[in-house]
T-cell receptor
C-alpha cells in the first residue's frame, strides 16, 4: 500500500530560526513529489514540485530535497517568519497519472515571536 | 486570473438533504480535481476530470456522491442524501498538464451535516 509519512506532526519554533520537515514515502515508481503550504481555513498552495530525477528545489526561503534511493524528502525553512505558521503537506504522485496520488497527513508548524 | 472559485464557502444542512458544491476552474486548465479534507483522514482525492471527462472516480466514497463537468468552466459535486459523516472541507483544484502537475486549489467549501 502506498504511504506517505510526515514528521514531526507538529512543531513550534521561534521567529528567525530554521527548521526541517520530513517526508518518507513508499510510492514506487513515482512521478513527482510536491510540498504544499496550507494556511488555516484556506486551500493548499504549492511550494515545490520535484520529479524523480531532481535532488533539490528552492522557492525563496523554502528548499526541498529529495533522495529517491531512500525515498525521503525534506522541506527546509530558513529564517522563519510568523507567516510561515501553517500546515505543510507532502504529496506523492505515482507514475502513470493521478491515480492513487498519496497525501501525507501534514506537519503543523507554529512560529512564535 | 481570479483563481479557482468555489461556492458556497460554507454549507450547513440536515441529514438526508441533497447538497451541491460548485467549482469554476482556472481558464485554460484541462484537469479538475475534487478533494475532501478531514482531521482524521487528511486530504483525499475523490475524482478528477481531464478535458471534462471523468478519468478516475475510485476515491468517491459511495453512490451517494456524484460529480459532473458539463463544460470546461464548471463542475459540481453532489451528495444525495447527505449524512453527518460527510462533514468535511471539500476542495476543488485545477491544473494544466503542461505545468508538470502543478495544481491550484480553491478556497474550499466547509460542509456541515447535522
Amino acid at each position: 500500500k502506498n504511504q506517505v509519512e510526515q514528521s514531526p506532526q507538529s512543531l513550534i519554533i521561534l521567529e528567525g530560526k530554521n527548521c526541517t520537515l520530513q517526508c518518507n514515502y513508499t510510492v514506487s515508481p513515482f512521478s513527482n513529489l510536491r510540498w504544499y503550504k496550507q494556511d488555516t481555513g484556506r486551500g493548499p498552495v504549492s511550494l515545490t514540485i520535484m520529479t524523480f530525477s531532481e535532488n533539490t528545489k528552492s522557492n525563496g526561503r523554502y528548499t526541498a530535497t529529495l533522495d529517491a534511493d531512500t525515498k525521503q524528502s525534506s522541506l527546509h525553512i530558513t529564517a522563519s517568519q510568523l507567516s510561515d505558521s501553517a500546515s505543510y503537506i507532502c504529496v506523492v504522485t505515482p507514475s502513470g497519472g493521478y491515480q492513487k496520488v498519496t497525501f501525507g497527513t501534514g506537519t503543523k508548524l507554529q512560529v512564535i515571536p | 486570473d481570479a483563481g479557482v472559485i468555489q461556492s458556497p464557502r460554507h454549507e450547513v444542512t440536515e441529514m438526508g438533504q441533497e447538497v451541491t458544491l460548485r467549482c469554476k476552474p482556472i481558464s485554460g486548465h484541462d484537469y479538475l480535481f475534487w478533494y475532501r479534507q478531514t482531521m482524521m483522514r487528511g486530504l483525499e482525492l475523490l475524482i478528477y476530470f481531464n478535458n471534462n471527462v471523468p478519468i478516475d472516480d475510485s476515491g468517491m466514497p459511495e453512490d451517494r456522491f456524484s460529480a459532473k463537468m458539463p463544460n470546461a468552466s464548471f463542475s459540481t459535486l453532489k451528495i444525495q442524501p447527505s449524512e453527518p459523516r460527510d462533514s468535511a472541507v471539500y476542495f476543488c483544484a485545477s491544473s494544466f498538464a503542461g505545468q508538470t502537475y502543478e495544481q491550484y486549489f480553491g478556497p474550499g467549501t466547509r460542509l456541515t451535516v447535522t
